[in-house]
C-alpha cells in the first residue's frame, strides 16, 4: 500500500530542491536595489543637460551628493550596459548614449537588475517551473507582469529628469480659499 503522506511531502521536497537549483542560475526578480535608485539619480543629472556635454564622475558625485567610488562603480555599470558613453582623454567624462525621451525606466532597470519579472516563471524561461503546466495563476502573473512592464516603458528618463509637481497641501488649499473669498 502506497502512503499518500510521504509522497506527497517527498514531492514537495523534490520541488524545493529543484527550484532552488534553477531559481539560483536564473535572474533575480524585480527589486529595485539602492544601486538602481542612485543609477537612475544619476542618469537624471545627465538627462537635465540639454547640450549633452560631458560630464565626470567627480562632478556628477558632489552633483548628487554620492560617493565618488559609489559613482564609478554605477557609471561604468552603465556604460557597459549601453546607456552611457565614456569619453576618454583630459576633457573626457560620461554623456548618455541615446535622447532621455529614448531611455525608459525599464531600460534602467533592466541594465541594473536584469529582466523585469515578478515571478519566475513570468521570464519567458518555459519548462522550467515544475508547477507550469497545472498552475492556476500563470497567466495571471503574465498579465501583472505586462501591465508593470509596459508602466515602466511608459516613463522616460526626460519624465524622471523633470520635478514631479507637488500638490498643495490641504491647508494651502484652505488658505487659498479663504483669500478667494476676502477679495
Not at 10 to 31: C, G, H, N, W
Not at 56 to 61: G, I
Amino acid at each position: 500500500m502506497v502512503d499518500n503522506h510521504r509522497l506527497n511531502r517527498y514531492y514537495f521536497e523534490a520541488i524545493e530542491d529543484v527550484s532552488s537549483t534553477v531559481y539560483q542560475e536564473m535572474p533575480k526578480l524585480i527589486r529595485m536595489t539602492r544601486l538602481t535608485d542612485y543609477g537612475i539619480v544619476l542618469l537624471t543629472y545627465f538627462a537635465r543637460d540639454p547640450q549633452f556635454t560631458l560630464h565626470n564622475a567627480r562632478d556628477v558625485a558632489a552633483s548628487a551628493r554620492l560617493p565618488l567610488p559609489t559613482v564609478n562603480k554605477i557609471l561604468k555599470a552603465l556604460t557597459k550596459k549601453g546607456l552611457l558613453v565614456s569619453h576618454r582623454g583630459v576633457k573626457g567624462g560620461y554623456s548618455l548614449a541615446r535622447r532621455p525621451e529614448d531611455i525608459s525606466m525599464a531600460d534602467i532597470i533592466t541594465a541594473t537588475e536584469g529582466p523585469v519579472a515578478l515571478t519566475q516563471c513570468t521570464l519567458s524561461f518555459p519548462g522550467q517551473c515544475v508547477q507550469e503546466s497545472c498552475c492556476p495563476v500563470h497567466g495571471n502573473w503574465q498579465k501583472i507582469n505586462d501591465v508593470i512592464r509596459q508602466a515602466l516603458e511608459s516613463v522616460k528618463l526626460s519624465e524622471m529628469a523633470r520635478p514631479f509637481p507637488k500638490e498643495p497641501s490641504p491647508l494651502t488649499r484652505i488658505t487659498a480659499r479663504k483669500e478667494a473669498l476676502v477679495s
